[in-house]
């Protein structure tokens, strides 16, 4: 679906290099590496959001600078971090924003796309909140709100920055379970996180950063390993033993 070849990430200054990633069709991918390694940069730098300081990106085997804006965004979903909103936007609307990326700048959503920003509340089982303030949800509600803003694009991809983010443990529950459903419907994913158990249980492929490189890629059990796991969150093995349920018998 999406492949990194040699790639220099970061803004005024390089935060990664050498990066060769391969980020499988209808799997899903998760990115784990402490703070500051370049996970966001990088899922901001496929999104086109900024620009590659070097290397290549092949979405479905083309070329980044051959996708226009409107082209990326109806071929990769985003689905930032739920943040606490400060407009009070009834939640079809925010839904309908992602159809956005089939809108001319002068055009007003038609009916055929607010039935699909329906659809995808109802794919997610949140159509009940349609009607009700963004600011007045719930943090697994808002999250599920921007996922389902995100189908609206009709992608084939979703990239998710830290999905489970602020979310309690029912909430991180009930978006991972989405999200397998929606592998299992077709999509490709890739999602940041933090919680080592989460890529092992909902994952099919990691990749593990350190210190702005890629240290290993590939199946679950076959990457997630203890010496390494301690190397890029500057752990003990032990410590991770003991605070890991992954390592223990």
């Known amino acids: 679906m999406i492949e990194v070849?040699?790639?220099k990430i970061?803004?005024?200054?390089?935060?990664?290099?050498?990066?060769?990633?391969?980020?499988?069709?209808?799997?899903?991918t998760a990115l784990l590496g402490a703070n500051g390694c370049g996970k966001t940069t990088l899922l901001k730098t496929i999104l086109g959001l900024i620009k590659p300081l070097q290397g290549d990106i092949?979405?479905?085997?083309?070329?980044?600078?051959?996708?226009?804006?409107?082209?990326?965004?109806r071929t990769i979903g985003y689905v930032p971090q739920a943040q606490q909103?400060?407009?009070?936007?009834?939640v079809s609307d925010m839904v309908l924003l992602g159809r956005t990326a089939y809108l001319a700048w002068y055009a007003t959503p038609s009916r055929q796309d607010k039935?699909?920003?329906?659809?995808?509340?109802?794919?997610?089982s949140i159509a009940h909140l349609a009607n009700?303030?963004?600011?007045?949800?719930?943090?697994?509600?808002?999250?599920?709100?921007?996922?389902?803003?995100?189908?609206?694009?009709?992608?084939?991809?979703?990239?998710?920055?830290?999905?489970?983010?602020?979310?309690?443990?029912?909430?991180?529950?009930?978006?991972?379970?989405?999200?397998?459903?929606?592998?299992?419907?077709?999509?490709?994913?890739?999602f940041t996180t933090h919680q080592p158990e989460q890529a092992l249980r909902y994952a099919d492929n990691v990749v593990l950063m350190d210190q702005a490189r890629i240290v290993k890629q590939g199946e679950p059990k076959a990457v997630m390993e203890l010496a390494l796991?301690?190397?890029?969150?500057r752990l003990s093995p032990e410590v991770l033993v003991k605070n890991l349920a992954l390592f223990k018998e």
């Open 229 to 233: 796991l301690a190397q890029i969150y």
């Open 115 to 124: 039935q699909i920003a329906q659809q995808c509340l109802e794919q997610l």
């Open 58 to 73: 092949l979405i479905e085997n083309t070329p980044h600078f051959d996708w226009t804006a409107a082209q990326l965004a």
């Open 5 to 7: 070849k040699n790639l």
């Open 132 to 190: 009700k303030s963004y600011i007045a949800l719930s943090g697994g509600e808002r999250q599920l709100v921007l996922i389902a803003r995100a189908l609206a694009q009709q992608p084939r991809c979703l990239i998710m920055d830290e999905p489970t983010s602020n979310l309690d443990f029912g909430n991180q529950i009930r978006v991972l379970e989405k999200i397998q459903q929606l592998r299992q419907q077709g999509l490709t994913i890739i």
């Open 85 to 90: 909103g400060v407009f009070s936007i009834p």
């Open 10 to 28: 970061g803004y005024q200054q390089t935060v990664a290099d050498h990066l060769n990633i391969e980020f499988p069709h209808q799997k899903i």
